[in-house]
């Protein structure tokens, strides 16, 4: 694995994403083969003996490892410049298995308080019944971050671009604030993507995926991913705890995510695009109260925004004068976009973040990370913007304010 990865590693983002990490079986397939199986079988008892010792690099079971799950592993290492990369069966699965192979009875994590719903949920009350101490801080201010990390941690978790709210975590600064309180950084890129933003070269000591979003991109597939370039992590750590706690990837879900990757640059483009006409479209709007995009100049962090990201992302979010019902109305009057929790998929999604994804927050926590009940965030898909836009503006017509 480790050698494909070197061989290959001249090749430019486009060419690794399309070529990457390929190995080709006895019958010379031009796609990428899909293995599914569950075993590997053995010549002799003496090469069973071997492999299970460690002297044989080899396949002996799909919970450690798959041809078709390790090509997609390595071509998303090569994409994001990462020395390793293991798959897993959800977003998820990789988001708690990168802390709980870490953490233990005693440890302390400190957290932005910006996360996906789940994430939160995991750092909030599960990491509490195992004994971690938890902290959660306003992932932009950094003298919150510099003064909880006066005492030492664990493990530092972060979102940036955060959901739904977009904020933007300094990852340069917040890692050098973590490494001196003796973390480990891990960042939750999943609004990024490793095309805009590429947290290992701040210093980050882990990276996360929901590949289900824009890694498939398509809506197919469930999946997850987590890379570093710490061979201590990720040996000793991370491989242990995912190989006997068994959240693998499939591999057709692998497959699937394989060919989602050779056209993830080209549709990173195309969202991006979108999005930004949108922003400028919705900011000109009277009945729109706010817009959130990262690539607007009138974004809070847009100038870190854009130091640390290619573009401003595929995401936005904006606010209805007129409260719950106007959004409500809003997105009742939409017919070409969908009203969907999803997002990063070819198909334009809308939500509303403090009915759905946010529900579960007590009002205050919600009023803290600044989501109102008129707001609404928008995964903008690889429909012609016009469309879109004349879609967004006959549903922002028959809504009252
Ligand atoms: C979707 C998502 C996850 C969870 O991924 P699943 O594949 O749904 O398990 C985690 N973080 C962010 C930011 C996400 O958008």
């Keep these: 694995m480790e050698k494909r990865i070197k061989e290959n590693s001249s090749w430019r983002p486009q060419t690794q994403l399309v070529r990457g990490g390929v190995t080709r079986s006895l019958f010379e397939e031009t796609s990428e083969a ?20 460690g002297d044989t690099s080899r396949y002996i079971y799909s ?10 592993q390595d071509r998303l290492a090569l994409l994001e410049g990462a020395k390793h990369c293991v798959a897993t069966a959800s977003g998820m699965a990789a988001m708690f298995a990168s802390l709980a192979c870490l953490l233990k009875s005693g440890d302390r994590i400190v957290a932005s308080r910006a996360l996906f719903g789940s994430c939160y949920f995991i750092i909030s009350e599960l990491l509490p019944r195992f004994g971690v101490d938890v902290e959660f801080v ?15 941690a664990k493990a530092v978790f972060v979102e940036t671009p955060s959901n739904p709210t977009l904020e933007i975590i300094d990852l340069l600064k917040i890692t050098r604030i973590a490494h001196a309180a003796g973390a480990y950084v891990i960042v939750d890129n999943v609004f990024a993507t490793p095309i805009l933003q590429r947290p290992l070269e701040f ?22 991913a987590i890379l570093t370039n710490d061979d201590t992590l990720f040996e000793d750590f991370l491989i242990p705890f995912l190989r006997h706690t068994g959240p693998a990837m499939s591999p057709f879900n692998a497959w699937v995510m394989l060919k989602g990757l050779e056209t993830l640059s080209l549709r990173m483009e195309r969202h991006c695009h979108n999005a930004h006409v949108i922003s400028k479209f919705l900011t000109n709007h009277k009945i729109i109260k706010s817009v959130l995009y990262p690539g607007l100049d009138s974004h809070p962090q847009h100038q870190l925004a854009m130091s640390q990201m290619k573009s401003g992302s595929t995401i936005l979010t904006f606010e209805i004068n007129g409260g719950k019902d106007a959004a409500f109305q809003f997105l009742n009057s939409l017919q070409l976009i969908n009203i969907s929790n999803n997002l990063g998929d070819a198909k334009s999604l809308i939500t509303h973040p403090a009915t759905t994804t946010h529900q579960r ?25 016009e469309d879109l836009i004349e879609d967004l503006n006959q549903a922002l017509q028959s809504t009252p304010c």
């Design 203 to 224: 210093g980050v000591d882990m990276v996360m995926y929901s590949t289900t979003k824009h890694i498939d991109g398509q809506g197919r597939g469930l999946g997850g």
């Design 34 to 53: 899909l293995f599914l199986t569950s075993g590997y079988i053995y010549k002799t008892a003496e090469n069973a003996e071997a492999a299970f010792k």
């Design 63 to 72: 919970r450690y490892g798959n041809p078709t799950v390790s090509m997609f």
């Design 361 to 385: 927050l007590s009002v205050a926590e919600r009023a803290h990370l600044g989501i109102t009940d008129g707001m609404t965030r928008l995964s903008v898909g690889l429909e012609d913007v």
């Design 138 to 152: 306003d992932g932009t201010d950094l003298n919150q971050w510099a003064e909880v990390l006066k005492k030492p």
